[in-house]
């Protein structure tokens, strides 16, 4: 099994629109968790950190499910510049210096 | 301006051929990172650092080969390097905050795509 797991999509969703998409993880013992924003062939950059339950930013959520062990990040009224592939990435559980990756998942937000 | 810089950006070479791609970051940080992006497997980390002399395998690491002599470079080697190495590659640094309850946020390079025939 993956560490990391996400639905490659890609979510094609209208300008508005509220979405979300799931990370599930492998090790239950997982403490922080990440979601990264890549565009197209560019470098990822840090969307939000979750350490605890979960975390808000402007139109952005990311809420953990521990039980469940997924991460989701909610994204409300979407906007044409978020059309891009969004990472989660989550520490290895017995090494914090080692990053696992999920293969992303694709939003395309149209008008 | 605080950034990661790779070089080169893009690099065609054939099997066998020794190359280094150079990661330098001005931010002072501790940890540096190497990770390949393919379709469909998203980023794996290579080799990770977490300073000067400090070096540890990733996920990925067969076929390459790094160093960290000094703090704000972290260069990738393939010394022969195969068409399987065919990848974009991506550096990355953090100060690196080691707790059970949060890690740093890593910040990227721009990326090297790497063909190897």
């Known amino acids: 099994r993956k560490e990391v797991e996400q639905d490659p999509g890609p979510f094609n969703v209208p300008e508005g629109a509220t979405v979300a998409f799931n990370c599930t993880y492998s090790?239950?013992?997982?403490?922080?968790f990440f979601w990264y924003r890549q565009d197209c062939r560019k470098e990822p950059k840090l969307l939000m950190s979750?350490?605890?339950s979960g975390n808000e930013d402007g139109r952005f959520t990311a809420q953990l499910n521990r039980a469940s062990q997924y991460i989701s990040l909610l994204i409300r009224d979407s906007k044409l510049s978020d059309s891009a592939t969004y990472l989660c990435?989550?520490?290895?559980?017995?090494?914090?210096?080692?990053?696992?990756f999920g293969s992303g998942t694709k939003l395309n937000v149209k008008p | 301006e605080a950034q990661v810089t790779q070089n080169p950006r893009y690099l065609i070479t054939v099997t066998g051929k020794k190359l280094t791609v150079t990661c330098s970051q001005n931010?002072?940080?501790?940890?540096m990172s190497w990770y390949r992006q393919d379709p469909g497997l998203g980023l794996r980390q290579i080799y990770y650092s977490m300073n000067v002399e400090v070096t540890d395998k990733g996920d990925v690491p067969e076929g390459y080969k790094v160093s960290r002599k000094e703090k704000r470079n972290f260069p990738l080697i393939l010394e022969s390097p195969s068409p399987n190495q065919t990848s974009l590659y991506f550096c990355a640094s953090s100060s690196r905050t080691l707790t059970l309850a949060g890690t740093d946020t890593q910040y990227f390079g721009p990326g090297t795509r790497l063909t190897v025939l």
């Open positions: 990435a989550v520490p290895d559980k017995y090494n914090f210096n080692k990053f696992y």
């Open positions: 979750v350490y605890s």
């Open positions: 090790n239950s013992a997982s403490q922080s």
């Open positions: 931010m002072n940080h501790e940890y």
